[in-house]
């Protein structure tokens, strides 16, 4: 009678006894080092156990105000690097002081371009002055505003030739841009005067008649 050999595959080995908790070590560490990047990918709010934290105010958008609620443990330069897999557009750097400070970026790139609509990754950077580092990062997406102006109140449709210095418009603009200002006169379709003026973004702008039209009141009929 012939002797039967084990030919099974999972039959132990000497090499088994390193080989397998190795593989357990390897696979351990790649879980620890996945899962914080994943935390910071899928949260706009950072808080470190040092007392750094940074969180987005509103959404992100493109050629636009965009801001940053930076809370630093202590004085020092703050930097945000806004790249993706292709390149880097913008890294913004600014001194900060212990406490909450605002940091604030236009949407755009370092020539002033406009950013695509998509997720970029913002990787945010804290040197303090003692020289601790504070670092953290997440993934934002950036989106188009197709809002630009918030409100625009005149006091008035009528600016009365009697009384011009009463009459004006206030306007806040949700993007930094020009306001165009057009005077009709009765009975012709196109504008007789065409005026623009700057806006500022968040900001409360206040214009007079002359301050648009360079001229203290309108002429009879417009």
């Not at 002797?3 to 593989?23: F, G, H, L, Q, Y």
């Not at 993934?139 to 505003?145: A, F, L, Q, T």
Request: aromatic content about 12%; charged content about 25%.
């Amino acid at each position: 009678m012939k002797e039967m050999k084990n030919t099974r595959s999972d039959r132990m080995r000497p090499e088994d006894c390193i080989w397998k908790p190795a593989v357990r070590r390897i696979c351990l560490l790649l879980l620890l080092l996945f899962l914080p990047g994943c935390y910071g990918c899928c949260h706009a709010e950072m808080t470190d156990d040092r007392g750094f934290s940074v969180q987005r105010i509103g959404q992100m958008i493109c050629n636009g105000d965009n801001a940053f609620s930076v809370e630093a443990p202590e004085d020092g330069t703050f930097s945000i690097t806004i790249y993706d897999d292709v390149c880097r557009y913008r890294i913004i750097r600014e001194s900060v002081s212990a406490g909450i400070n605002e940091i604030r970026w236009d949407g755009c790139g370092y020539n002033g371009e406009q950013l695509d609509t998509k997720y970029y990754n913002f990787d945010f950077r804290l040197e303090g002055a003692s020289g601790e580092i504070y670092r953290y990062f997440f993934r934002s997406p950036i989106v188009e505003n197709a809002q630009h102006l918030q409100f625009v109140l005149p006091s008035s449709g009528t600016a009365c030739s009697a009384v011009p210095e009463e009459w004006f418009v206030e306007i806040k603009a949700v993007r930094n841009g020009a306001v165009i200002f057009e005077i009709l006169k009765d009975n012709e379709p196109e504008p007789v005067h065409i005026a623009e003026r700057t806006v500022h973004t968040g900001r409360v702008e206040h214009f007079t008649f002359e301050n648009i039209f360079g001229r203290s009141k309108p002429d009879a009929g417009e």
